[in-house]
């Protein structure tokens, strides 16, 4: 059974950084391009960032380009996301996934599993 669990989320105030974390089990981890989603209340699931198996392949969301780092670790079956200056408009819940497809770009539709997801809230 696939699980991601997410970790790292919480309170920051605009312009700091928060760094998420995703713990994979039950899956072999190399074989999936792994992504960040998130959603804000209102507005639809997006990608913000994926990183195929090997980490050549990375994707943002423009708007977070310069902002968010996407890496992984695969001897520890984890992916990180990295977020710098943050703004008020990065409030959302993130959710980490996985995918067996090629990304090109990655959609939402591309992630088949995913994890529970971890609240982000940025304030002025």
């Known amino acids: 059974q696939v699980q991601l669990v997410e970790s790292g989320g919480g309170p920051v105030q605009s312009g700091g950084s928060l760094r998420l974390s995703c713990a994979a089990s039950?899956?072999?981890?190399?074989?999936?391009?792994m992504g960040w989603l998130r959603q804000a209340p209102g507005k639809e699931r997006e990608v913000v960032a994926s990183?195929?198996?090997?980490?050549?392949?990375?994707y943002y969301a423009d708007s977070v380009k310069g902002r968010f780092t996407i890496s992984r670790e695969n001897s520890y079956n984890k992916v990180h996301l990295q977020m710098d200056s943050l703004k008020t408009e990065d409030t959302a819940t993130y959710y980490c996934?996985?995918?067996?497809?090629?990304?090109?770009?990655?959609?939402?539709?591309?992630?088949?599993?995913w994890g529970q997801g971890t609240q982000v809230t940025v304030s002025s």
């Open positions: 996934a996985a995918s067996t497809r090629r990304f090109d770009p990655p959609t939402y539709a591309d992630f088949g599993f």
């Open positions: 039950g899956l072999t981890f190399v074989s999936f391009g």
């Open positions: 990183i195929n198996w090997s980490g050549g392949r990375i």
